[in-house]
């Protein structure tokens, strides 16, 4: 069964040709962050408008790659949330339009469930083959969610943020360092190798809950950082790379412990048979690596080009998704704060 997907969520219009939910055809990405780079994060406006150019380019450059033509699809999948309402609607419309025109099905898929299904891609749950229950440990710039997969589209929530999301707390701490955006590769590549001598950063929890809170961590860095009189940055002002190495390894420690403790503790709680983790903050090795380190339950990660945004993912939740004749209708509207359950 091949499915187009198609994702537009945030920064990055994407198109990709599935094979039934695991073998990849195209998987095609076109991404805004030098443009959002320029202004240290996401502009929702820009970001909209940017879709809207390049989402017909990609979509065909998906289906030449894959060498296949409309016909010889079995349905048009997209991601119809969470996330932001102007660029949403461009995948939403432009799938409807492409599925109607093709007379082939229109699913609207959820973003964080297709983060889940990057963990079919390429064969890897297959090759692990846990069976259920998994806890799936979803970190992205926006979300950041321990969910029990029962089964297939079987989920339940065990914990959110109270606040920031994982690849938010990365990004910010990068902009107070004065690293790029997207921050967590950035943060990534400056921790290598770091001398680690200075305090560690707190590791904040939620008593009695599995719940993350990262924004005291990240005061935590910015206090530290005017501390030592480098925040706020000027010309005048700015860390030594030292600094910003050193600081880039403990708050990478920091987070890293908070997302492999709560997940653990949730494997523990809830007898599951494996972790699968996803989203843009498990293309972190340092988060795979002490999450393989920690658990005594088998590890499922997608590679990282396949933890952050794709389309890929889309395509491989929409085949489960077709299977159960679990279709959209044509109303299929955006939905910015749509939840998993
Ligand atoms: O899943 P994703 O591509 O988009 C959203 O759904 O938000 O995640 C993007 C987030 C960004 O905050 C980015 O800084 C973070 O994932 N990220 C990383 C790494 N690569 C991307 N965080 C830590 N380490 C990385 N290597
Ligand atoms: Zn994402």
Same mark, same amino acid.
């Given at each position: ?14 198109? &990709? ?12 990405? &076109? ?7 320029? %202004? ?10 940017? =879709?809207? @150019? ?23 999948? +997209? @991601? %119809?949330?969470?996330? !932001? ?12 339009? !492409? ?6 099905? #229109?699913?609207?898929?959820? *973003?964080?469930?297709? =983060? ?13 083959? @846990? ?11 926006? =979300?950041?969610? /321990?969910? !029990? $997969? ?59 809950? #599995? ?5 005291? #961590? ?45 997940? /653990? &503790? ?14 843009? +903050? ?8 002490? $999450? ?7 590890? /499922? +990660? ?17 085949? *489960? ?17 749509? &939840?998993? @359950?």
């Amino acid at each position: 069964m091949k499915i187009l997907g198609i994702e537009t969520s945030c920064d990055d219009t994407a198109a &990709s040709v599935v094979d039934n939910g695991v073998r990849i055809l195209s998987n095609i990405i &076109s991404s805004q962050s030098l443009m959002h780079e320029r %202004y240290g994060g996401i502009i929702p406006e820009i970001s909209s408008r940017e =879709h809207l @150019t390049s989402i017909i380019p990609v979509v065909n450059e998906a289906l030449t790659e894959a060498s296949i033509t409309p016909d010889q699809l079995d349905a048009v999948s +997209v @991601t %119809y949330g969470p996330g !932001l309402a102007g660029s949403l609607l461009v995948g939403v419309n432009v799938a409807k339009g !492409l599925a109607l025109s093709w007379d082939k099905p #229109l699913l609207g898929i959820n *973003h964080l469930e297709g =983060h889940i299904y990057a963990g079919w891609l390429e064969g890897v749950f297959e090759k692990i083959n @846990t069976g259920f229950p998994l806890v799936c440990l979803i970190a992205s710039g926006g =979300h950041t969610e /321990i969910v !029990l $997969m029962k089964g297939h589209l079987d989920y339940q929530i065990l914990a959110r943020t109270r606040d920031d999301a994982a690849g938010e707390a990365f990004d910010k701490v990068a902009r107070v360092l004065g690293l790029g955006f997207p921050g967590g590769p950035e943060i990534e590549r400056e921790a290598v190798g770091a001398n680690l001598e200075m305090d560690p950063f707190p590791r904040p929890s939620v008593k009695g809950s #599995l719940d993350f809170s990262f924004s005291g #961590l990240k005061t935590a860095v910015v206090r530290r950082a005017e501390s030592e009189g480098f925040y706020p940055q000027s010309q005048e002002i700015a860390p030594s790379s030292e600094q910003v190495r050193e600081y880039s390894a403990a708050f990478q420690e920091a987070i890293v412990d908070c997302l492999v403790s709560r997940t /653990i &503790s949730a494997v523990e709680q809830y007898g599951a048979k494996g972790i699968l983790i996803g989203g843009g +903050v498990a293309a972190n090795s340092e988060l795979k690596k002490m $999450m393989h380190q920690m658990s005594r339950t088998p590890v /499922i +990660v997608p590679r990282p080009s396949l933890c952050t945004d794709n389309g890929a993912m889309i395509a491989a939740a929409a085949f *489960h998704r077709l299977k159960e004749l679990d279709v959209s209708q044509w109303d299929l509207d955006a939905i910015p704060n749509l &939840s998993l @359950t």
